[in-house]
């Protein structure tokens, strides 16, 4: 299987290494909002981020192309072991705090048109919402740490159940109808959201109580992964209202909600429509690169810690992201993330766009697919027709 590799890996360097700190980009652009609010009085500013995020990204991406190097496995220890690429993390959280308490003070001045207090929602929205790919990528380490501030960087969209459910639940379904996570071929993101907010909230409550109970204990403790983490929500919340007036919560309510659907989005088009098989006993064969949608687009790879190397992260998930490699076997969308989260909001032109891709993976075959059971006639009518 094909990864890409550097021929030479003793010369082999990390030449992105440089761009990794544009990541922390997205939390700074609240900001410059604020800085063209400021000094302007005009609502667009509140849009920037929202922009730069889903508009600028996405052309610049298209411009630079696909970087498909990976590290050869003889730099894989020294990378991993870089504090680097680690504080790079880490800063994401001060910042996307302090964006946060910016513009909940912002919000209580009651200045805002209604178009710039939208903006001023999105805008949080995307940058929390960004925040939980940087709680996936520390809730997979080892160390307590990273996983506490795993914690805290899910707590401005009071999404901490993620934690577990994604760890526990997620990377033991996923590909299969099973997963709340993994959206199914000929299902509209519309219809996607409601079943995998609902499935994994159930899901992460069933996992984590399950843990206390197999041990004779109550599930009623701030050892609960969940519980301590919608604590650190309240507290936050609290806090700000405190600071901000109760107000604020009109503000911070709706965010959460961007925040946490941006999340969704995401999950919807990483496994769109695919499947893992059964096996000897009814088992689900073993996870592998063929299921997951990759992008192996720069600048957006660059911006989400290399989240878009999603089927390796799967095969290794305790990887950290300087060190995800691209696969010959992973199938592969036409773009990066930015891009195909638009697409996704869409559904006719999501269907447009990757339908087909999906049955081409299965070599036309609509029975080894994850289908949307009730898309599964309109789905056959079409693939009759194509072969007439």
């Not at 490699?325 to 638009?342: I, N």
């Amino acid at each position: 299987m094909s990864t890409g590799t550097d021929a030479t890996p003793l010369a082999w360097r990390d030449t992105r290494k440089p761009l990794w700190p544009l990541a922390l980009l997205v939390p700074v652009l609240p900001f410059v909002g604020w800085l063209g609010w400021h000094s302007t009085g005009g609502a667009w500013a509140w849009w920037l981020t929202p922009m730069v995020v889903f508009g600028l990204i996405p052309m610049i991406d298209l411009l630079i192309g696909d970087d498909r190097r990976n590290p050869p496995d003889e730099a894989v220890r020294r990378l991993q072991a870089d504090g680097y690429y680690r504080w790079l993390t880490y800063l994401y959280l001060p910042a996307q705090y302090a964006a946060l308490v910016l513009c909940c003070a912002v919000w209580a001045r009651g200045e805002l048109s209604w178009l710039g207090a939208a903006g001023l929602v999105a805008t949080v929205g995307v940058v929390n919402g960004i925040a939980i790919n940087t709680a996936h990528e520390l809730g997979h380490k080892r160390e307590s740490a990273e996983r506490w501030l795993s914690k805290v960087a899910l707590a401005p969209t009071g999404y901490g159940h993620f934690y577990v459910e994604h760890n526990r639940g997620h990377h033991t379904r996923v590909a299969t109808p099973e997963d709340p996570a993994s959206s199914r071929l000929g299902e509209s993101f519309w219809a996607f959201w409601p079943r995998t907010v609902r499935g994994s909230l159930r899901s992460a409550w069933r996992l984590e109580t399950s843990r206390f109970r197999i041990r004779g204990r109550s599930p009623w403790t701030w050892r609960n992964d969940i519980l301590n983490a919608w604590a650190m929500t309240l507290v936050l919340y609290a806090v700000l209202v405190l600071a901000f007036g109760p107000g604020v919560l009109l503000f911070l309510l709706p965010q959460a909600v961007v925040g946490f659907s941006l999340l969704e989005v995401v999950n919807y088009l990483e496994h769109y429509g695919l499947a893992r098989q059964r096996i000897v006993a009814g088992r689900y064969e073993k996870v592998d690169p063929r299921h997951s949608w990759n992008s192996d687009r720069t600048v957006t790879n660059v911006f989400l810690f290399q989240l878009q190397r999603h089927s390796d992260h799967h095969a290794n998930p305790l990887r950290r992201y300087q060190t995800l490699r691209s696969f010959d076997a992973s199938p592969q969308l036409p773009a990066g993330y930015a891009t195909m989260l638009v697409a996704a909001l869409v559904p006719p032109v999501w269907r447009r766009v990757m339908d087909h891709r999906v049955l081409a993976h299965y070599g036309g075959d609509l029975g080894r697919a994850n289908v949307h059971p009730p898309a599964l006639r309109r789905l056959r009518e079409r693939r009759r027709r194509g072969r007439q």
